[in-house]
């Protein structure tokens, strides 16, 4: 039954397969018995294995159990997860927040609860899936733009009937191509043409912005009704989950009308002491970040130098752009076979013809890392011809 589409997607190099990893999820990891300079995770801030994080997640267990148990509503609202919403509205600058078990669970909850089959959502062409099937969910009129464009939105914006319900969905860090959607510009159309604006800032948390706020920090901008702000627990804070933040009747009526929150089980409360501990570190430890950014800097302009593309990149999210499923996938095991773990992304996760490399920095990456990085993109890329001998 499965076979014929599995060997068509093997015949157009798009299949995939798992690895195992049988080490903490640090710079350096190990898979099948071998080790990798890892440069394929999400783990920006290094906080998946910090020593305090893994503490308070352990204590966490001990006191409360492995499991929540039960939905929110029922018995599933542990102290922790309440501290841990408090601490997540302190940390973005609003007045509450909700968590969610995962970044996918909220979004397809959190987009069919703000618009429905009365209303039109406006959407990044180049957003998460989750975003996408948020929108398909709510059963809302569809409207896609092209990637970062404010004048094709703007005229779709104005095209559509006074009256009518409006959402405007983005990621705010673009996690397949590095470049930050213009939410100034964004929010400026919510409010002249009186739509809700919905922030994906899950590449953001903790890593743009003078003290890693995210992207309304980065930007400057107030938090209001109008803006809808959600981030995750799983890439700089090192754990898992979710969160959306804004004002305190938004949060009270996802708690009542937002089905991924209502009908599910509570996360687990391990994961909400290590949110709590993982915010605290990024508040104490700026230099984690900075050292992320140094890094980042440092990589894209010996690589731009070399004359690879990196596309828009602007955050520590670098793709290599190929344009062919076979050549990335080759890229990728030629730099693995060198010691250094970079994903090959292909289609459907990217566009057709846009097969790219998807180097992920970390703050606890070393100088040596770095440029042992740096030397063997150098390597493959000449022995592939992506870059001139």
């Known amino acids: 039954m499965f076979e014929q589409t599995l060997a068509s997607l093997k015949t157009r190099h798009l299949y995939r397969t798992l690895r195992g990893v049988s080490s903490s999820q640090d710079s350096v990891i190990t898979i099948h018995g071998q080790v990798y300079r890892n440069f394929g995770s999400n783990n920006y801030l290094g906080l998946a294995n910090h020593p305090e994080v893994k503490a308070a997640a352990a204590e966490a267990v001990m006191a409360y159990g492995v499991g929540a148990g039960a939905s929110r509503l029922i018995t599933g609202t542990m102290t922790l997860h309440e501290q841990c919403e408090a601490a997540l509205a302190a940390f973005t600058g609003t007045k509450a927040a909700l968590l969610f078990g995962a970044g996918y669970l909220a979004n397809v909850g959190l987009i069919p609860a703000l618009i429905g089959p009365d209303g039109v959502v406006f959407a990044d062409r180049y957003n998460h899936a989750s975003l996408v099937d948020g929108c398909r969910l709510s059963r809302a009129a569809f409207k896609v733009y092209r990637h970062k464009d404010l004048e094709q939105l703007g ?5 559509t009937a006074p ?5 405007i969905v983005t990621d705010a860090v ?6 930050l959607a213009p939410l100034p510009g964004l929010l400026a159309l919510a409010r002249r043409y009186d739509a809700l604006l919905l922030v994906d800032d899950a590449h953001g948390t903790g890593v743009i912005g003078p003290r890693g706020r995210g992207s309304p920090e980065h930007f400057g901008l107030p938090h209001n009704d109008r803006l809808i702000h959600m981030g995750t627990l799983s890439k700089a804070l090192g754990g898992l989950g979710a969160f959306v933040a804004g004002s305190s009747s938004l949060i009270a009526y996802l708690q009542n009308r937002c089905r991924s929150f209502l009908f599910t089980t509570a996360p687990p409360p391990a994961m909400a002491a290590a949110a ?8 104490r430890e700026p230099e984690r970040r900075a050292a992320l950014w140094r890094h980042r800097d440092r ?3 010996a690589l731009r130098q070399f004359g690879f593309d990196l596309m828009a990149s602007e955050t520590p999210i670098l793709p290599i752009r190929i344009g062919d499923p076979a050549a990335a996938v080759a890229v990728a095991e030629s730099l693995l076979a060198r010691g250094f773990l970079v994903p090959a992304i292909r289609p459907p996760t990217v566009p057709s013809g846009t097969d790219r490399l998807r180097l992920s920095l970390m703050a606890t990456h070393t100088d040596e890392d770095i440029s042992a990085l740096i030397e063997a993109c150098r390597q ?3 022995i592939h011809g992506l870059i001139p001998s």
């Open 155 to 159: 005229r779709l914006l104005e095209r």
């Open 163 to 167: 009256g009518t319900p409006k959402l």
């Open 174 to 179: 673009f996690s397949m191509d590095g470049d």
């Open 276 to 283: 709590i501990a993982a915010l605290s570190i990024i508040d």
């Open 299 to 301: 990589c894209a302009l």
């Open 380 to 382: 493959a890329g000449r």
